[in-house]
């Protein structure tokens, strides 16, 4: 297989979140996130093609993959990714895997600089092959999502088999 070695700056544009406040609201149509997940819904978006976001500040290693229009806050860059060198999802997966605690540059919160990010070195196959890796790993996400949901029904049906008993026995 003939990979090849790119720095993340070759291959993205790191881009900076900004302060929600003005786009905020709860009737909003676009997701707006920060380090920790979802934070609430916009009125506009920031972004609107599929893009990696990676924590500038905070919980540094939650990376996240969005595919529809979105919102980021400061504490958080989005990726404007070049789609003839790496496809977006496989980029995700890429990075999910680097333990990005590691280029930690802060000192009381973790923190990354967009400097260290950039050099950072990726290994990218051709396209071909991250199309295949993908089908594999949709494969395995698609289990890992059904489990999950298996799991919470069992959850929601122990709870009422419990809530059940103990009304029987009151």
């Known amino acids: 297989m003939n990979f090849k070695e790119f720095d993340l700056s070759s291959l993205i544009k790191l881009k900076y979140g900004k302060n929600q406040k003005k786009v905020e609201d709860k009737n909003g149509k676009f997701p707006i996130f920060g380090t920790g997940g979802l934070m609430g819904y916009a009125t506009d978006f920031l972004y609107d093609k599929p893009s990696v ?9 939650n ?22 060198l790496i ?4 980029l995700y997966y890429y990075i999910s895997r680097i333990d990005l605690n590691k280029y930690n540059e802060g000192t009381t919160i973790p923190s990354l600089r967009s400097d260290t990010l950039n050099h950072l070195k990726i290994n990218v196959p051709p396209i071909l092959y991250q199309k295949q890796v993908l089908k594999l790993l949709s494969n395995i996400d698609n289990i890992l999502k059904n489990n999950n949901q298996l799991n919470q029904n069992l959850i ?15």
């Open 63 to 84: 990376v996240y993959y969005q595919q529809t229009p979105f919102w980021t806050v400061d504490t958080l860059f989005y990726t404007e990714i070049n789609e003839n």
């Open 156 to 170: 929601l049906i122990f709870i009422y088999s419990l809530i059940s008993l103990i009304i029987f026995i009151i």
């Open 53 to 61: 976001l990676i924590p500038r500040k905070g919980s540094i290693s």
């Open 87 to 90: 496809i977006p999802k496989y």
